[in-house]
C-alpha cells in the first residue's frame, strides 16, 4: 500500500494567515492526489484534484502543487471557515490511502 | 443536483454484520463509481473499497477482505456496503463517495455504527 505522511499534524494560525500543508507519498504517484477539507458534523468537501485542479466551487485561495512524491496544500489567506482538518489522498493506487490529516486551528 | 443519502444509525453487538445503504440521485447511477471511507472516533480517513455499479466489480482494501462486500442495484441506484464479524474497534462514521478520476466529489452524509456489548 502507498503511504501518506502529512505534516504537520497540526497547526495553529490567524485569519488572515498563509498556511502550508505537507504531504509525501512513499513512492511514485505522479499527480495523482486529492485534497479534502473535514469539518465536524459534515462530510468530507474535495477540494483539489490531480495535485493542483481546483474543484468547482472552491475559493481561489485554496492551492494545490507537487508531483512524484511531495505535494503541498497552500491556503493564501485563512479565513474563519477554513479551520478544519485537512487530508490527502493518493488516486494511484488501490486502496486508495489518505494522509494522517492536519488539524488547522485558532491562534 | 447529485445527492447520495444513506440509511440510519446503527448499533450492532460484536460478531454481528451490518448493511449500510447509499441510495444515488442526480446523475447517470452507472457512470460513476462508489466507494466507502470511515472515521473512527478521533481517527483520520480510511478508505474501505469501491464498487463500479455499471459492471458491479469491486476492490477492496487488505485489511477488510473477507469482511466487507459492496453490492448495487441499479433498479434502485443503490450501493450497499455490508461489513461482518463486527468488533468494537469498528466503531466509526461510515461515508459513501462518488468517484470522479478517482477523486470523491459527493459524499453521503454518514451512518454511525457503533458496535458495543
Known amino acids: 500500500d502507498i503511504q501518506l505522511t502529512q505534516s504537520p499534524s497540526f497547526l495553529s494560525a490567524s485569519v488572515g494567515d498563509r498556511v502550508t500543508i505537507s504531504c509525501r507519498a512513499s513512492q511514485v504517484i505522479s499527480r495523482s492526489l486529492a485534497w479534502y477539507q473535514l469539518e465536524p458534523g459534515k462530510a468530507p468537501k474535495l477540494l483539489i484534484y490531480a495535485a493542483s485542479t481546483l474543484q468547482s466551487g472552491v475559493p481561489s485561495r485554496f492551492g494545490g502543487s507537487g508531483s512524484g512524491t511531495e505535494f503541498t496544500l497552500t491556503i493564501s489567506s485563512l479565513q474563519p471557515e477554513d479551520f478544519a482538518t485537512y487530508y490527502c489522498q493518493q488516486l494511484k493506487n488501490y486502496p486508495l490511502t489518505f494522509g494522517g490529516g492536519t488539524k488547522v486551528e485558532i491562534k | 443536483q447529485v445527492q447520495l443519502v444513506q440509511s440510519g444509525a446503527e448499533v450492532k453487538k460484536p460478531g454481528a454484520s451490518v448493511t449500510i445503504s447509499c441510495k444515488a440521485s442526480?446523475?447517470?447511477?452507472?457512470?460513476?463509481?462508489i466507494y466507502w471511507v470511515r472515521q473512527a472516533p478521533g481517527q483520520g480517513l480510511e478508505w474501505m473499497g469501491i464498487?463500479?455499479?455499471?459492471?458491479?466489480?469491486?476492490s477492496y482494501a487488505q485489511k477488510f477482505q473477507g469482511r466487507v462486500t459492496l453490492t448495487r442495484d441499479t433498479s434502485t441506484t443503490t450501493v450497499y456496503m455490508e461489513l461482518s464479524s463486527l468488533r468494537s474497534e469498528d466503531t466509526a462514521l461510515y461515508y459513501c463517495?462518488?468517484?470522479?478520476?478517482?477523486?470523491?466529489?459527493?459524499w453521503g452524509q454518514g451512518t454511525l455504527v457503533t458496535v458495543s456489548s
Open positions: 442526480g446523475y447517470t447511477f452507472t457512470s460513476y463509481s
Open positions: 464498487i463500479n455499479p455499471s459492471g458491479g466489480t469491486t
Open positions: 463517495a462518488r468517484a470522479i478520476g478517482l477523486a470523491a466529489d459527493y
